[in-house]
């Protein structure tokens, strides 16, 4: 019964989406990237939130970006990405990659944004960063390893050039497929979200030609 469930539920989606792709205007809502990029695991639509914890944007889009992504279909896998724009944006990178590391994105991805939004914890430097990791429960020097890592930083290096490639001059900023990327300044998260629902089902749909 649970299988059918899902199966009826994925269905509906996919109808959902590729009526409301008919009202999609490339443009308007989307941007098909000039060069489309490898996504991974094969099989699934991939969808990539690229964001930083330092963007006031970013901090009032996740909570409602996560509520959407506990309701992703299973054939969808979703990724945050940290972007690099400027200096002092690469050590919340680093925190969210050591997060990632260590397992603790879903216990403390929310709590780096408030401690930068809300409580002003300037976490721009690594001493700020390993204080904060300390008093969320986090052993420090575990914490600074993962932080110093080789893993993190080739995936710094890689960020770096992925603004790039994708074409990313703001935050946030989602792409499906590796090869939608949505429109600036929607008029809402959540009709950047139905957005991003029926680019996925587009995804889907031109995977399955």
Same mark, same amino acid.
């Given at each position: ?116 939004? +809300?409580? !002003?914890? %300037?976490?721009?430097? *690594? ?8 008093? @969320?429960?986090? =052993? ?35 792409? +499906?497929? !590796?090869? %939608?990327?949505?429109? *600036? ?8 979200? @139905?957005?991003? =629902? ?12």
């Amino acid at each position: 019964m649970r299988a059918l469930k899902a199966l009826i539920g994925i269905a509906c989606f996919v109808i959902a989406g590729l009526a409301g792709a008919q009202g999609l205007q490339e443009g308007r809502d989307y941007t098909v990237l000039t060069t489309p990029q490898p996504t991974e695991p094969a099989g699934k639509v991939e969808v990539i939130e690229f964001f930083s914890y330092m963007c006031p944007h970013c901090a009032h889009f996740d909570p409602v970006l996560s509520t959407w992504v506990k309701a992703l279909p299973k054939d969808v896998v979703f990724r945050r990405v940290p972007l690099i724009f400027r200096k002092e944006w690469e050590a919340p990178a680093k925190l969210y990659f050591a997060l990632e590391a260590m397992g603790e994105v879903e216990r403390l991805h929310g709590a780096a944004f408030a401690a930068i939004h +809300v409580e !002003g914890t %300037y976490l721009v430097n *690594d001493a700020a960063v390993f204080d904060w990791a300390a008093r @969320k429960g986090l =052993d420090r020097k575990a914490f600074a390893d993962a932080y110093n890592s080789f893993t993190v930083q080739s995936k710094v290096a890689r960020v770096k050039q992925m603004s790039g490639a994708y074409g990313i001059q703001g935050v946030p900023m989602l792409v +499906v497929a !590796g090869k %939608y990327r949505t429109a *600036d300044n929607p008029p809402s998260y959540e009709d950047l979200l @139905k957005i991003v =629902d029926t680019l996925i089902a587009k995804a889907r749909n031109e995977r399955k030609r």
